[in-house]
């Protein structure tokens, strides 16, 4: 009976070693409970005003005539709606036109640049800006628990996002092994999430120092971003693996995020919550669920998306990012460099913070998404003689609605938003 017993304990001795050895992510970190904000909910609703400023540099490896650029343009996503763009007046690239297009997924927008003919060598840039308008969410009432939801109860639409890809391997062993290792002993998928969102921001962290500071970075992957970690590209990709192996949709989520410098594209992760809808999770800095106002949404990538990822502009070795730039002429190439001094880049400004009522807040909402529909609509088209002029006059009210609101005034705002609408209004086509 002793050696029986004795046998017993050694196999499951080998069993935890075999599992220590395997997992390379077995150390433990701490997990804490969930917490929501101690603010109290409000009737008081929160405007932002938020900017994205864009540089994109492009070279011609070739002599090449006109082209097309295409470039992630924020969505109209529940919580935030684009109100304008401007080019400004010192870029050097030849704009022949350019629109804002729905993208063929039926949820993201692409501004499409026609670009004059360039000689081989040259480089030229655009200089523009997208002003964002959001309703901003502290989750304040956000609730404590919301069980884990089956496959059979998440909405139809939602289940796309729980596939497999190439950057996103929520079937490889070791993957599947974490995520159950992160859900032990709860069914409440909001702290799932705490779990999952500090996990990828702290494991094996020293890896993820050495691969900044030394310019080493590799695949950005889920299962890589397992071993070494990853930049946020790859700590998106290992969060979405991590919250669809335990079968809660999860999608990466391209952005401008506040940043104080600039850099290429920020990525992001969202999963979703039943009664919550899609929550925004600041994988790489360990946050859930995030406040909307201090990111720009310019791209919500689908698995296809997932499938067809580019290399790093700057560091090659990189792989595994999805794109947001895309140009139909092999011979020209955007250009970026390290020192984010010249060649492309972006970041985002939080430009006013109004708070408001309710009923005021959906009011300024209603009336600038259907402005931008307007806007949109007319944008790039071969409008002339007056037809010209109400347009004109429509995106100057625009800006001057946006000036309103950064010196927090709502009211006139909305003024001048249904002084645009009027204006548009006025075109015959």
């Given amino acids: 009976m002793k050696s029986k017993s004795k046998k017993i304990l050694a196999i499951s001795v080998i069993n935890i ?3 220590l050895a395997l997992s390379p992510t077995i150390n433990c970190i701490k ?26 540099y492009i070279d011609a490896v070739e002599n090449v005539s006109s082209f097309n650029v295409k470039y992630s343009f924020p969505p109209e996503y529940g919580y935030q709606v684009p109100i304008i763009m401007e080019i400004f007046n010192d870029s050097t690239a030849e704009i022949l036109n350019y629109n804002i297009e ?28 997208f002003w964002v308008l959001v309703k901003n969410n502290n989750f304040s009432d956000f609730p404590k628990y919301v069980k884990i939801p089956k496959v059979n109860e998440l909405p139809p639409e939602t289940t796309k996002w729980l596939s497999t890809t190439k950057v996103v391997q929520k079937n490889r062993i070791l993957i599947r092994l974490k995520a159950r290792e992160l859900k032990i002993l709860t069914n409440n998928l909001l702290r799932l999430a705490f779990r999952i969102a500090k996990f990828c921001r702290l494991h094996r962290y020293m890896f993820y120092i050495l691969e ?39 999608r990466v989520v391209l952005a ?20 919550q809808g899609w929550i925004l999770t600041e994988v790489h800095r360990g946050i859930t669920p995030y406040e909307p106002k201090k ?88 409008l002339t003689n ?44």
């Avoid at 890589?224 to 999860?250: D, M, Q, V, W």
């Avoid at 995020?257 to 594209?265: I, V």
Wanted: aromatic share 16%; glycine share 4%; with cysteine.
């Fill in 256 to 275: 401008n995020r506040n940043y104080s410098f600039w850099y290429e594209m920020h990525f992001t992760t969202e999963y979703y919550c039943p009664g």
């Fill in 17 to 19: 070693f075999l599992l």
């Fill in 31 to 56: 997990i804490n409970n969930f917490e929501t904000s101690p603010t109290e909910s409000s009737e008081e609703a929160e405007l932002d005003l938020l900017r994205g400023e864009h540089y994109l």
């Fill in 295 to 382: 990111e720009i949404i310019l791209r919500i990538c689908f698995p296809e998306d997932e499938n067809n990822t580019q290399s790093d502009f700057i560091y090659p070795k990189m792989k595994g990012l999805e794109r947001w730039i895309w140009i139909n002429n092999q011979n020209v190439k955007p250009y970026y460099e390290k020192e984010f001094i010249n060649g492309s880049k972006t970041t985002m400004f939080i430009e006013a913070e109004v708070f408001t009522d309710i009923l005021t807040s959906e009011e300024a909402f209603a009336l600038t998404k259907e402005v931008f529909h307007q806007y949109q609509y007319y944008q790039g088209m071969n």
């Fill in 212 to 250: 900044y500071k030394l310019g080493l970075f590799r695949s950005q992957d889920a299962f890589t971003t397992l071993f070494i970690n990853g930049e946020c590209p790859g700590r998106s990709h290992l969060g979405c693996a991590l919250f669809r192996a335990n079968k809660i949709p999860a």
């Fill in 102 to 129: 729905n993208d063929t997924d039926d949820l993201n927008k692409l501004v499409n640049f026609t670009i004059g003919p360039m000689e081989k060598d040259t480089r030229v840039f655009i200089h523009f800006n």
């Fill in 386 to 429: 007056e037809n010209m002029e109400h347009f004109q006059n429509a995106t100057t009210n625009q800006f001057n609605a946006i000036n309103e609101l950064k010196i927090n005034n709502v009211t006139q705002y909305i003024f001048f938003i249904n002084k645009a609408i009027n204006e548009y209004s006025a075109i015959v086509i």
